[in-house]
């Protein structure tokens, strides 16, 4: 079977089994049914878990489909798995435990890792670190600090909100707290932390297209859809291929640094372990 043969079975598939769907009875207070492969079905609950819930309504559809579509050639694949092997060739009791095992001591051993070492790095090992990896901590997209702020189209105050965006004086930011927690639909803080401006972009009814040149010619922006009015200020921004903010990748360098220390770890911890089932008599060799 070619490519694009390949490419068409799961279109076709899919509005097979959306047929097979309708024809089924979906209990009421069910998650409704996207697809259904023989008695697998992927119901819409299932799909909602798996997909961001930061992201437009165009990406959100395109992965949404991208999701479908794995699922669908995943159960093909299961089907004939399930049809075509032997029972031998099914029994994979062994790898399963393997892999739980593998799993479990992988969890076990970061975890203990954190536990211990985490708290012992300190901000100068960190920082140093920083000064001298800097070139691999470009940016891979821009990043804001600041406040978003979404109200219905008649809530009251609007000018204030206007005003004090523009001010973000201490008192006019507290001023903006204290209206937005009887007002807001959505008041997102984030004046002392770095996002990435695609978090906020998600949530304007209209996405910004050019991020680079919107941030770097508007501190603070006003826009409306048919029910909410958006107010975005913008306090620092940083823009794609720039170094990184220290506090931006300070938990990845922290990941650095531990994994660096991880197998020094391991072999003291396994040390350490085997020398306390030995004294426990946990271990008994016969």
């Not at 985490?118 to 000064?131: D, F, G, H």
């Amino acid at each position: 079977m070619n490519t694009k043969a390949l490419l068409i079975i799961p279109i076709a598939v899919v509005m097979t089994v959306l047929l097979l769907t309708c024809e089924g009875a979906v209990k009421e207070g069910d998650s409704k049914p996207v697809v259904r492969v023989g008695s697998e079905v992927l119901k819409e609950d299932d799909l909602n878990e798996v997909l961001p819930s930061d992201i437009n309504k165009e990406d959100s559809a395109a992965l949404a489909d991208e999701y479908i579509n794995r699922w669908v050639r995943n159960k093909l694949f299961l089907n004939q798995a399930e049809s075509n092997l032997t029972d031998e060739e099914k029994d994979v009791s062994q790898m399963l435990d393997e892999y739980r095992t593998s799993l479990l001591v992988n969890k076990y051993q970061q975890k203990m890792l954190e536990q211990k070492y985490s708290p012992l790095l300190n901000k100068e090992e960190i920082e140093q670190y920083y000064k001298e990896m800097q070139d691999n901590f470009k940016l891979q997209e821009n990043i804001i600090k600041g406040l978003l702020i979404k109200v219905p189209l008649d809530a009251p105050g609007q000018s204030d909100i206007r005003r004090w965006c523009r001010t973000a004086d201490p008192e006019s930011l507290v001023a903006l707290e204290n209206y937005s927690l009887q007002n807001a639909r959505m008041y997102n803080v984030f004046l002392d932390s770095w996002i990435p401006f695609q978090r906020i972009n998600a949530n304007l009814p209209e996405p910004v297209r050019n991020e680079e040149r919107f941030l770097k010619y508007n501190r603070y922006y006003e826009t409306t859809d048919k029910q909410s009015r958006y107010f975005l200020l913008v306090t620092d921004y940083e823009l794609i291929g720039s170094t990184a903010p220290l506090s931006f990748v300070e938990e990845r360098i922290k990941a650095i640094l531990l994994n660096k220390k991880r197998g020094e770890f391991l072999k003291t911890l396994e040390k350490e372990l085997y020398e306390e089932a030995l004294q426990k008599k946990t271990i008994n060799f016969y």
